[in-house]
């Protein structure tokens, strides 16, 4: 089953490839049947559709979408309270989903903005998500500081060091960069950060305002250009090409 939305107002000059690369965003896409200024979007997910509700208004190659559908997705019920080692894009909180866009150099309007911070204010932050940062948290904290120790329970410049070199051991032990690695990579290196307490605030309560989620896209922005300028894979995944 696949969960589908309905794109038109698409420039001339838009592809198939820049449709992909723009609502890859939401979540993982099955197909996409494009024909001349619209498209249906297929997704694998109810909540990667939901994403891509919001966004109606967003622009892509200058030109401003229509976003509808005839279903109103939900997003999808997880159970069991076993730790969570990796996440997909559709797991995110909405406002985090658009800062990743406005880092990319896509435009949203603050109305779109405020659309985001309305879902995460309804639905609130998925158990998931936070199970899996909590496992991130722990996972470099135990790594870098020993047994039993988190990032934020100790958010110095002697954490930070220690994460970082965790993930240069990692990379010199050519471990794979995978969507999920990237994630992992971003939120390790964002917790143990000066920023430590602002970004876990961010990803973990629904209290925000539009400004914050440009002050996230700012950071989500430097840590690519910083990874570009040392030659490794920027981070979050997934990395849409530039409209």
């Not at 024909?35 to 979007?41: D, F, G, P, V, Y």
């Not at 985090?96 to 880092?103: F, H, R, S, V």
């Not at 000066?194 to 989500?220: C, N, P």
């Amino acid at each position: 089953m696949t969960y589908s939305v309905h794109v038109s107002g698409i420039a001339p000059t838009t592809t198939e490839a820049h449709l992909n690369d723009f609502f890859t965003f939401c979540g993982k896409i099955d197909s996409i049947d494009y024909k001349q200024s619209t498209a249906t979007i297929h997704f694998e997910k109810s909540s990667a559709a939901k994403t891509a509700q919001m966004l109606n208004g967003g622009t892509l190659d200058g030109a401003q979408l229509v976003v509808t559908s005839e279903t109103e997705h939900e997003d999808e019920k997880h159970v069991g309270d076993e730790p969570v080692h990796s996440i997909d894009q559709s797991d995110k909180p909405r406002a985090g989903i658009a800062a990743e866009y406005l880092a990319r150099g896509y435009t949203l309007s603050d109305h779109v903005l405020n659309r985001a911070i309305e879902i995460d204010n309804k639905n609130g932050i998925s158990k998931r998500f936070l199970s899996y940062l909590t496992h991130v948290d722990k996972a470099v904290g135990e790594k870098a500081l020993g047994p039993e120790k988190t990032v934020s329970g100790k958010v110095t410049e002697t954490a930070t060091a220690a994460a970082q070199q965790v993930r240069a051991v990692d990379e010199q032990r050519g471990i794979s960069r995978t969507a999920t690695d990237y994630f992992h990579q971003y939120y390790s290196k964002a917790l143990s950060s000066q920023w430590g307490e602002k970004v876990r605030a961010f990803y973990t309560t629904t209290s925000k305002q539009v400004l914050d989620i440009h002050e996230e896209a700012k950071r989500i922005s430097a840590e690519q250009k910083a990874a570009a300028g040392t030659g490794t894979t920027p981070a979050p995944a997934p990395a849409p090409a530039a409209v």
